[in-house]
């Protein structure tokens, strides 16, 4: 019986080894599409918060911690496909991921830096993004993501960070879901020990409601997600 009653912090995902095999971390990166179109639903997202800012002025967007990008291809194409004006700039810090972005395109910006490099730039964006990131972070690294994102977001931005909520139901069910496909199409990835790995490290919505400053709104959403939101102009007085 795997222990769900508190985040398993000590817990490591196999891609983030700086010595992980590169066949297998690419493989992922490229199964990375189907399983965020299942679980993480930024259509969704898209549809309700990104086009009808976009449809009111042209934006630009910043994905953190984009891994292979497959989010910023996504929002970037949905946009084009709208014929709206999105520019989309995906961050990360790892330079296999951003290599292997970089060959994909999409009409995306590649960037390989911390968020705090591009407060220091004087960066702004309309929207700030991050998905499954926060799990990855220290409890020193998340007041310190969170603080970074709304000092990039311009003054009428909004910031929105989705992970996976810890749950049994959210463990049981990738367990079942990925099971079918871990010896044909999940294979030769780490898609699904990750995912389990994830989902043990991954906050509840209280844990994450306890932790995260004045200003930030978290919410639970289908299917076992959370989703921590800021708004220019609900945060600032």
């Given at each position: 019986m795997v222990d769900l009653s508190s985040r398993a912090i000590e817990a490591r995902e196999l891609m983030d080894d700086p010595d992980a095999d590169l066949r297998m971390l690419e493989r992922t990166y490229e199964r990375f599409p189907l399983v965020n179109a299942v679980v993480s639903r930024w259509r969704t997202v898209y549809r309700r918060d990104i086009r009808p800012r976009a449809?009111?002025?042209?934006?630009?967007v910043l994905d953190v911690g984009a891994g292979g990008g497959d989010v910023s291809r996504a929002i970037a194409g949905w946009a084009r496909r709208d014929g709206l004006q999105v520019a989309v700039t995906?961050?990360?810090?790892?330079?296999r991921a951003i290599r292997w972005a970089q060959e994909r395109g999409g009409g995306v910006e590649y960037r390989r830096a911390y968020t705090g490099e591009l407060v220091a730039e004087g960066e702004r964006f309309d929207i700030v993004v991050s998905n499954h990131l926060l799990h990855h972070l220290t409890g020193d690294e998340l007041p310190?993501?969170?603080?970074?994102?709304?000092a990039l977001a311009a003054d009428d931005g909004l910031v929105l960070h989705r992970d996976i909520a810890r749950s049994r139901f959210a463990y049981r069910?990738?367990?079942?879901?990925?099971?079918?496909?871990?010896?044909n199409l999940l294979a030769g990835s780490f898609i699904r020990d990750?995912?389990?790995?994830?989902?043990?490290?991954?906050?509840t919505v209280p844990e994450i409601a306890g932790v995260v400053p004045p200003g930030w709104q978290v919410r639970q959403t289908f299917p076992a997600r959370l989703e921590l939101r800021w708004e220019a102009w609900d945060a600032r007085p």
């Open positions: 449809r009111r002025k042209p934006l630009r995906a961050l990360d810090a790892d330079e310190s993501l969170l603080a970074e994102s709304v069910g990738f367990a079942a879901g990925t099971l079918p496909f871990a010896r990750d995912g389990l790995t994830s989902i043990r490290r991954s906050y």
